[in-house]
């Protein structure tokens, strides 16, 4: 039986952590948005109408979290260089996306799809062009590698996750990383000082640290079952 476990480890791993669903929806870095595009086919080109028709979409996905982060009359005023340096290449604020639904009329191709969009990059262009102001008072996250022992299923595995994801204070972000028996390795971006996320782990009251295995920006843990 065990032979299977880290087949289905991982596939409940990717399920579990995928950006369409689940922690990464919640994060206030990254949102996901329901937008429709449409281009013209000319020259009977289908496949080129249907690219146009999928840039449009993403692009109008990138002007909806622009709209939400700067004022109404900021874009009327600054609409070119926005367009300039911001929409120009929305390619690059797209994390992934899923075609709903497509069609054509005429000589036209639309399509409606449903993108994740990389709302943070989009805030620090929009911040260097003198848009937005800079956040202040916003703590910056700091990078850390935690492995977590003591899993013995997938069941575990999931509850570790929604355990770090609701339980410890401070967790913006985790990445999976290693996956073995009995073992998982993840990489976290958290808010404050490693000193009081491991304070958290501990008042969570799932977690054990082991001393002997820490540095500034490592953690390794036992998961308490």
């Given at each position: 039986?065990?032979?299977?476990?880290p087949?289905?480890?991982?596939?409940?791993a990717?399920?579990?952590?995928?950006?369409?669903?689940?922690?990464?929806?919640?994060?206030?870095?990254?949102?996901?948005?329901?937008?429709?595009?449409?281009?013209l086919?000319?020259?009977?080109?289908?496949?080129?109408?249907?690219?146009?028709?999928?840039?449009?979409?993403?692009?109008?996905?990138?002007?909806?979290?622009?709209?939400?982060?700067?004022?109404?009359?900021?874009?009327?005023?600054?609409?070119?260089?926005?367009?300039?340096?911001?929409?120009?290449?929305?390619?690059?604020?797209?994390?992934?996306?899923?075609?709903?639904?497509?069609?054509?009329?005429?000589?036209?191709?639309?399509?409606?799809?449903?993108?994740?969009?990389?709302?943070?990059?989009?805030?620090?262009?929009?911040?260097?062009?003198?848009?937005?102001?800079?956040?202040?008072?916003?703590?910056p996250?700091?990078?850390?590698a935690?492995?977590?022992?003591?899993?013995?299923?997938?069941?575990?595995?999931?509850?570790?996750?929604?355990?770090?994801?609701?339980?410890?204070?401070?967790?913006?972000?985790?990445?999976?990383?290693?996956?073995?028996?009995?073992?998982?390795?993840?990489?976290?971006?958290?808010?404050?000082?490693?000193?009081s996320?491991?304070?958290?782990?501990?008042?969570?009251?799932?977690?054990?640290l082991?001393?002997?295995?820490m540095?500034?920006?490592?953690?390794?843990?036992?998961?308490?079952?």
């Amino acid at each position: 039986m065990k032979r299977f476990f880290p087949i289905i480890f991982l596939l409940v791993a990717w399920l579990y952590l995928s950006p369409s669903v689940g922690f990464a929806q919640h994060n206030k870095d990254i949102q996901t948005v329901n937008a429709e595009g449409a281009g013209l086919i000319v020259n009977d080109d289908l496949a080129s109408g249907r690219n146009s028709a999928i840039h449009n979409a993403l692009q109008k996905a990138v002007e909806h979290v622009v709209v939400t982060l700067i004022p109404p009359k900021t874009i009327v005023k600054k609409s070119q260089v926005i367009s300039d340096r911001i929409y120009a290449k929305c390619n690059e604020y797209i994390h992934d996306y899923k075609i709903i639904s497509e069609k054509q009329i005429q000589a036209v191709y639309s399509v409606n799809i449903r993108a994740t969009v990389f709302v943070s990059s989009i805030k620090n262009d929009l911040q260097t062009m003198g848009l937005i102001n800079v956040e202040k008072d916003r703590v910056p996250a700091t990078a850390i590698a935690i492995t977590v022992r003591g899993i013995k299923n997938c069941t575990d595995y999931v509850k570790v996750l929604e355990l770090i994801k609701t339980k410890v204070i401070g967790v913006s972000n985790f990445y999976q990383r290693r996956f073995e028996w009995g073992m998982a390795r993840l990489d976290l971006d958290i808010q404050g000082t490693v000193q009081s996320f491991k304070e958290e782990l501990i008042k969570s009251g799932h977690f054990s640290l082991d001393i002997s295995l820490m540095d500034q920006n490592y953690i390794e843990v036992t998961y308490l079952q």
